[in-house]
């Protein structure tokens, strides 16, 4: 039995190890060198917030968050946020009592559905906030997930 997508990844692998080694990538355009560490290192609201540039930003009923109330195990938590606000940039993934609130950073391509499905690990019962960029504005939409079984070392 073939298996595609494990050797396009075996492949692909070779392929950046060698535009790297001639000089036509750099290796920090391979590793994602530009991640933002100080977001996601952030321990406070008002300090991810303004790292982030989303100082100022405004609730807004075009965000959703799909998730259950109660999340059986915090180690994996899954997350649908989707904005409906036209030119959405960014969606970020916000943890109010997890250890770094900046739990993910979606950047969203012109003209993609801004949709992003993906799980989490929450250490406790938390908000979790979705931080949206649209036109160069922010807006957040929040809601409580209840954790019964701890996620982050609990």
């Known amino acids: 039995m073939q298996h595609p997508r494990r050797q396009f990844l075996k492949s692909s692998g070779g392929l950046l190890a060698t535009l790297v080694a001639s000089g036509f990538l750099r290796p920090e ?3 994602a060198g530009d991640w933002n560490k100080a977001a ?7 300090d991810l917030l303004k790292v982030l540039g989303g100082a100022g930003a405004k609730p807004s009923s075009e965000i959703s968050i799909i998730a259950s109330d109660i999340a059986e195990n915090g180690a994996v938590v899954p997350i649908q946020i989707i904005s409906k606000h036209d030119n959405t940039q960014n969606i970020a993934y916000v943890i109010e009592k997890n250890p770094n609130l900046l739990a993910a950073n979606f950047t969203i391509a012109e003209g993609t559905l801004a949709d992003i499905d993906t799980r989490v690990k929450m250490a ?3 908000d979790v906030y979705a931080l949206v960029k649209a036109n160069g504005k922010f807006y957040y939409a929040s809601k409580e997930i209840k954790i019964t079984l701890g996620g982050c070392g609990g």
């Open 29 to 31: 355009e391979a590793m």
């Open 40 to 46: 996601f290192e952030a321990k406070k609201m008002d």
């Open 124 to 126: 406790q019962t938390s």
